[in-house]
C-alpha cells in the first residue's frame, strides 16, 4: 500500500483536482476514468484518488466547491446581512464574475452546463450543493432588507433567482457563446448596471 505523507496531501489533493478538471474538459464527466485522471495528474496510481475523494461524484463536486468562490459567501452569510443592498449586491456580483475569470474556470463551466444538459442527476446535485445555497442566502439578505425598510415586500426567492441570472446570461453570452457586446463588457459595468436595474422596482424611495 502506498505511503501518504500528510505534509503532502492538500498539494496531492490539488494536482489531482487539477488533473480531473483537465480530463473533464477533454473527455466530459461520464467518459473519463480514473486511469485517465491518474495519469493526468502525473502518473500517480489510480487507486490514490479514493485516498482523498470517495468517488468520481465527489471528485465533481469538490471541484465545484473549489471553483465557486461565491459559495463561500454561503457559508459566512453574516457579512452581508447588514450591508445596504447597493453594496451587498455589488459584492456578491463582483464574486461571481471574478470567479468566473479565474484561470480554468471558463473550460469548467463549459463542463457542468455539458454534464447538466446530458445527465439531470448532475444537474440536482449541482443545484443543490452551489445554485440553491447562494440563492438561498440572497433571499435571506432580500428579506432582511424588507424586514429593515430598505426594499418594499417582494418574493426574496424570486428576486434571488433573478438576481442572479442577470450574471448568468452574461457569462453564457460572454464564456460560451462569445459575444462581441458581451466581451466589450466590463464586470464594472455589468454590475453598476444590473444592480440598477434590479433595484429601481424595489427601493423605497426617502420620505415614501
Do not use: C
Not at 45 to 57: A, E, N, V
Not at 148 to 171: E, K, N, Q, W, Y
Amino acid at each position: 500500500m502506498e505511503q501518504h505523507d500528510t505534509s503532502e496531501q492538500p498539494e496531492r489533493r490539488r494536482q489531482i483536482l487539477e488533473a480531473a478538471l483537465k480530463v473533464f474538459s477533454t473527455k466530459g464527466f461520464h467518459k473519463a476514468t480514473n486511469k485517465d485522471i491518474a495519469e493526468a495528474a502525473g502518473g500517480i496510481s489510480p487507486g490514490l484518488i479514493y485516498w482523498y475523494f470517495k468517488d468520481k461524484q465527489d471528485l465533481l463536486m469538490s471541484l465545484i466547491q473549489q471553483r465557486m468562490s461565491i459559495i463561500q459567501l454561503a457559508e459566512h452569510p453574516e457579512q452581508l446581512m447588514e450591508l445596504p443592498p447597493r453594496e451587498a449586491l455589488a459584492k456578491i456580483g463582483g464574486v461571481y464574475l471574478s470567479m468566473m475569470r479565474a484561470p480554468g474556470n471558463a473550460a469548467f463551466i463549459r463542463v457542468v452546463i455539458g454534464e447538466v444538459l446530458r445527465f439531470p442527476q448532475i444537474g440536482e446535485l449541482f443545484y443543490k450543493r452551489a445554485i440553491s445555497r447562494v440563492a438561498g442566502v440572497i433571499s435571506q439578505y432580500l428579506q432582511r432588507q424588507i424586514e429593515l425598510g430598505r426594499l418594499r415586500p417582494h418574493d426574496p426567492m424570486i428576486a434571488a433567482r433573478s438576481f442572479i441570472g442577470m450574471f448568468v446570461v452574461h457569462i453564457v453570452a460572454r464564456e460560451l457563446l462569445r459575444q462581441p457586446e458581451a466581451l466589450a463588457t466590463s464586470d464594472d459595468q455589468l454590475i453598476a448596471t444590473s444592480v440598477d436595474i434590479f433595484l429601481q422596482g424595489m427601493e423605497i424611495e426617502p420620505g415614501g
